[in-house]
């Protein structure tokens, strides 16, 4: 086993774990969306019930969601890789041609969800927890839903469908 760990081998390491890829929401102070492709949810508690997700500290939109009092998760499914990309450009505008369709809940205090995704949890933040480089959102499901849709799922450094055959952005 190697003593000094290589971050390039750790992340080729951690990428022989495949995890669900989601879109992450939230709002600003002055009712901006922003939002980010995340691939580190976790169930951590069901009474009460808490997930939670990782944000490094150089993301574009740490700052609101290091201040965010209500977050949305939105389990992408299989057919969304390219909208996985998207969240995850920095720089890209997300919410194109999302936030005028008639199925998302959009106005200040609803929760913004990726239409057509597996699953959506809305959360109020529960706990902040720095972690290194880091920053683990703990929050509390105050409403949830699901569907019967196949999830995109991540490994070894890209996108592919529950079946594990590459799917491109």
């Not at 890829?21 to 976790?42: E, F, Y």
């Not at 939670?52 to 009092?69: E, L």
Request: one cysteine or more.
């Amino acid at each position: 086993m190697k003593k000094n760990i290589d971050i390039t081998d750790l992340r080729k390491t951690m990428g022989l774990w495949i995890t669900g890829v989601a879109v992450v929401t939230t709002r600003d102070g002055d009712n901006n969306p922003a939002g980010m492709t995340i691939n580190s949810l976790v169930s951590i508690s069901l009474t009460p019930s808490l997930i939670g997700w990782c944000i490094d500290r150089g993301a574009a939109s740490f700052d609101t969601f290091a201040r965010c009092q209500h977050f949305s998760v939105s389990v992408l499914n299989q057919e969304q890789a390219a909208l996985a990309q998207r969240f995850a450009t920095r720089g890209a505008d997300k919410f194109a041609g999302i936030l005028e369709r008639p199925e998302i809940r959009d106005g200040a205090s609803r929760p913004l969800l990726i239409p057509d995704a597996c699953a959506w949890l809305v959360c109020r933040l529960y706990r902040l927890v720095s972690l290194g480089d880091h920053l683990l959102l703990v929050g509390e499901v105050t409403d949830l839903e699901f569907t019967e849709r196949a999830p995109l799922v991540f490994f070894r450094g890209g996108f592919r469908d529950s079946g594990n055959s590459d799917i491109a952005a």
